[in-house]
Structures are given as C-alpha cells and as structure tokens.
C-alpha cells in the first residue's frame, strides 16, 4: 500500500511570505502529526490531528498551524516566515493516537531566503 | 519536561561487528514508549525497534535488540552483524501517555550518525 505522501519535496519561499504544506497519510490512518527538523534544534513536535481535530501541539508560535480533513489528509501552514523556519518539515501518520507505530514520509525541506 | 540525550554523535563500525548505541532519558511519567529510529539518507524516518516501559522484557526485531534499564532511565539500541545498509542517523524517541487516553508527540534525541567501514 503507499506509504505517507509529502508534497512538495522541496520549496523555496521569501521572508514574510505563507507557505501551506500538504500531507496525506496512509489509507486508514486517521492521525497526523508534523515534525520540524533543523540542525540546531533537532526533530520537534508541532501538532498532532486525530478526526479533524488538534489533539496535541508543541512548543511552537501561532505562526504554525495545521488542519485535517474528512479524507485526513492533512496541511500545515507557516505564516510571515522567517529565516530560521528552514527546515525539513515530516509528517507522520498512525491509525490512532495512542501507541500506534508512526509511519513517517520523506518530509519537505522548506528553505526561507 | 521529558529530554532525551544520545551522547555519541557519530559511532563507526567494521561490516559484521556488533555497535551498541546509547540513549537516556528523563521523566516523572511512568508509562511510556521508546523508539529507536533510523534516518538514511532519502530523509524518511524508518521504525527499527519499540519498547513498552511496562514489559520487563527488551524488544528485539531480527539484528536489533535494546537493553532497557527502567530504573536508570536508559534505552540502548545493539546492532548485530552489520551491514552496509545500516548506515544512517539513529534517532531516540520517547513518548509518553497523556491524560486524554492518548499519547504525546515524540520527544527526540540529538542523534547518532553511524558509520559502517566495509
């Protein structure tokens, strides 16, 4: 079956500018969770989605948001971005939010200039 | 709130040999999960192993067990018998139960680059 699909692979975007992020899980799963990795800071947790809702978010500004759709298939936006948002964005999908193993996609590196 | 240090950043081994890669971890939770991770190259992040805080018994799939030790607080992932497609990043993970019946986002390690010499 295919795997999580993250698109794009790759984006380039100015300072100040929006950026949505599209990710759509694995048939069945209906949770979604996304990842920031950067060199300095490492993989942080941004939020997590579970039936169209926010169940989980991490430490990160209002800039960040997410929503999930009836299909869960999901987006993350980056408003006003800033040079330090550079960074390989992963999402994960589970079948629920409980201990179910994530299955991680090849992420999207977003770079800011 | 809960941390997870790897204190190797990069191990190297020789193909066929054994590599122990170690992890710790901090919390006041007592259910949880750990995760070892593997990130090749192509950037996805691959599941190798998981282990339940509240079974005794150390996870092991195929060439790769951990030796979990509650009490210190440490999660060791051992590489038997390595081989070239080893090669990657390895990633720590913690996660932990929440009171909504659910479970909390992955806390991460720094990670660990391993090296395989042919």
């Not at chain 1, 694995?26 to 947790?45: A, C, E, M």
């Not at chain 1, 500004?61 to 330090?84: A, H, K, Y």
């Not at chain 2, 190797?8 to 590599?19: D, G, I, L, N, Y």
Request: net charge positive; with cysteine.
């Amino acid at each position: 079956k295919a795997g999580v699909t993250q698109t794009p692979r790759y984006l380039i975007k100015t300072r100040g500018q929006q950026v949505t992020l599209s990710c759509s899980p694995i048939s069945g799963h209906r949770s979604v969770s996304w990842y920031q990795q950067t060199p300095g800071q490492g993989l942080q947790f941004l939020f997590e989605y579970f039936s169209e809702t926010q169940r989980n978010k991490g430490n990160f500004p209002g800039r960040f948001s997410g929503r999930q759709f009836s299909n869960s298939r999901s987006e993350m936006n980056v408003s006003t971005l800033e040079l330090g948002d550079s960074a390989l964005y992963l999402c994960a999908s589970s079948l629920g939010t409980g201990d179910y193993g994530y299955t991680f996609g090849s992420g999207t590196r977003l770079t800011v200039v | 709130a809960q941390t997870v240090t790897q204190s190797q950043p990069e191990m190297s081994v020789q193909e066929a040999e054994t590599v122990t890669l170690s992890c710790t971890y901090d919390t006041s939770e007592s259910d949880y999960y750990l995760f070892w991770y593997k990130q090749p190259p192509s950037r996805q992040m691959i599941l190798v192993i998981r282990q339940e805080a509240y079974k005794q018994q150390n996870a092991t799939e195929n060439r790769f067990s951990v030796n979990f030790q509650k009490a210190a607080k440490s999660f060791s992932l051992k590489i038997s018998d390595s081989q070239l497609g080893d090669a990657a990043m390895y990633f720590c993970a913690y996660r932990a139960f929440n009171s909504g019946g659910g479970a909390d986002g992955l806390t991460f390690g720094k990670g660990t680059h391993l090296i395989i010499q042919p």
